[in-house]
């Protein structure tokens, strides 16, 4: 309870842009990562990069930055050990109990294999009728990152495909996310899948292509792109959640005003009435945790919460709107905050350092080469 109403009354001012590698080590609260990379010198340097804002320049002599090299846990006091070879969905050390309340319930409904509407699992039924998968360790594991490739071409159900054109709009047909799985053989999953190694041809390099089949010839994806999503491990959500609004804002430098070489913009998104900073998925694309639990019960398994009331068929799919439901909503708000307990209440697992002065030695090359000018080290939680 505690977490929870923590969470979402920060969530209401937050904001949220950075990528996973930088959420994972912006936890070390005591750890001072200067971006002191580029001296003086350096500063000519990079001015003459000539619109390449994205990349750094490389100092021409590296300074050595000055890093802090006793380093802290990386999730404070919300560190746990790494457990072996399931590190992830640990809860964190020394919760008070008065947090722990949906925690427990919060987990079952996580590692619960949801069935369809009106099979007697009147707390976890309703999935579908379209999903990408029955339930939410299916795509986040303990383990870390489930394979996405299969054999013959065919994908796990661990990589999802969102849908926009170049204004950012759903497609007319499938919506936001593609979904290749249903509930029932009347309603068509959308479609499917495959990947296809490519050799490098001409000055295209080698690598992997996609390639969509519609389950209906009539619905292609016309000038909608489509954009392959990993399954993230799932690594101190309620720490991120809590990081001010404030904070991402000050960190963006869209203009590049510091003149690193390095400026971000802050992902906007509508909530509701409201303008918030989108913070969770690959491309910020969720304020607060609990609108993003809420979207992929939605989005991913098809489950309806009083934040998306509505089953996951859009306005030209109407034989998926007939679909029985497993309740209005089928997830209720107790249910959907349990869940955000126990995401709240994850742990960040311990560094794993084998060799110290290895690790010390990337540490230094990270901020030197410019890293840390996006993946920074502290941001501090209200
Ligand atoms: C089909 C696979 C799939 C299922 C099922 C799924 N997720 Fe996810 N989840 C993803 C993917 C992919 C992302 C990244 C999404 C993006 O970038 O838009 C994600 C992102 C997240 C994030 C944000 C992670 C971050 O670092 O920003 C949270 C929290 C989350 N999911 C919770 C859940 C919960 C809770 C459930 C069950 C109700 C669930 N997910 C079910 C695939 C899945
Ligand atoms: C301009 C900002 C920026 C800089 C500089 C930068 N990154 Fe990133 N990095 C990102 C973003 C944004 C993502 C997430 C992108 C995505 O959607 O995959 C990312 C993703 C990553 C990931 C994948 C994380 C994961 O969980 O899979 C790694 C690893 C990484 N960066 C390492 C580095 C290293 C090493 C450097 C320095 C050589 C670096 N980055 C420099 C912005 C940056």
């Known amino acids: 309870m505690f977490l929870r109403s923590n969470s ?164 007319a047909y499938y919506g936001e996310q593609m979904q290749h799985q249903s509930i029932a053989t009347s309603i068509h999953p959308e479609g499917s899948m495959r990947y296809a190694a490519m050799p490098s041809q001409n000055d295209k390099p080698a ?20 954009s392959g999503r990993i399954s993230p491990q799932l690594v101190g959500m309620g720490l991120l959640d809590l990081i001010p609004e404030a904070n991402i804002i000050a960190a963006a430098d869209p203009d590049d005003n510091n003149q690193d070489g390095i400026s971000g913009r802050v992902h906007w998104v509508q909530d509701g009435k409201q303008q918030r900073i989108g913070r969770f998925g690959w491309k910020g694309i969720n304020s607060s945790l609990r609108t993003q639990n809420a979207n992929a019960m939605s989005q991913d398994m098809g489950l309806t919460t009083s934040v998306f009331m509505d089953p996951n068929c859009t306005v030209n799919q109407p034989i998926c709107w007939t679909a029985a439901n497993g309740g209005s909503p089928e997830v209720s708000d107790s249910s959907l905050d349990a869940v955000t307990d126990f995401m709240t209440a994850l742990a960040v697992p311990e560094r794993r350092i084998d060799d110290l002065s290895d690790f010390n030695k990337g540490a230094q090359l990270f901020a030197q080469v410019g890293c840390a000018g996006c993946h920074t080290q502290a941001k501090n939680r209200q």
């Not at 020394?94 to 427990?104: D, E, F, I, Q």
């Not at 292509?209 to 994806?221: A, G, R």
Request: charged share 10%; hydrophobic share 30%.
């Open 207 to 226: 690598g992997i292509q996609f390639s969509f089949t519609p389950t209906d010839p009539n619905q292609p994806l016309g000038n909608t792109a489509i």
């Open 8 to 171: 979402s009354t920060i969530s209401n001012s937050s904001l949220y842009t950075s990528p996973p590698i930088i959420r994972n080590t912006l936890l070390s609260v005591s750890m001072a990562l200067l971006l002191t990379a580029c001296g003086g010198s350096d500063d000519s340097n990079n001015s003459s990069n000539d619109g390449n804002t994205n990349v750094p320049n490389p100092p021409t002599t590296p300074d050595t930055p000055e890093i802090d090299t006793n380093w802290q846990p990386a999730g404070g006091s919300a560190t746990i050990a790494a457990n072996g070879s399931q590190p992830f969905l640990q809860i964190m050390p020394n919760l008070p109990s008065s947090a722990l309340g949906g925690v427990s319930p919060g987990r079952e409904l996580f590692i619960t294999e949801w069935t369809p509407a009106n099979e007697g699992r009147v707390l976890f039924d309703g999935v579908g009728p379209l999903l990408n998968a029955n339930a939410c360790t299916q795509c986040h594991s303990a383990e870390g990152r489930k394979p996405i490739y299969a054999a013959n071409g065919q994908l796990s159900d661990a990589i999802l495909f969102r849908l926009g054109n170049k204004q950012g709009l759903p497609h």
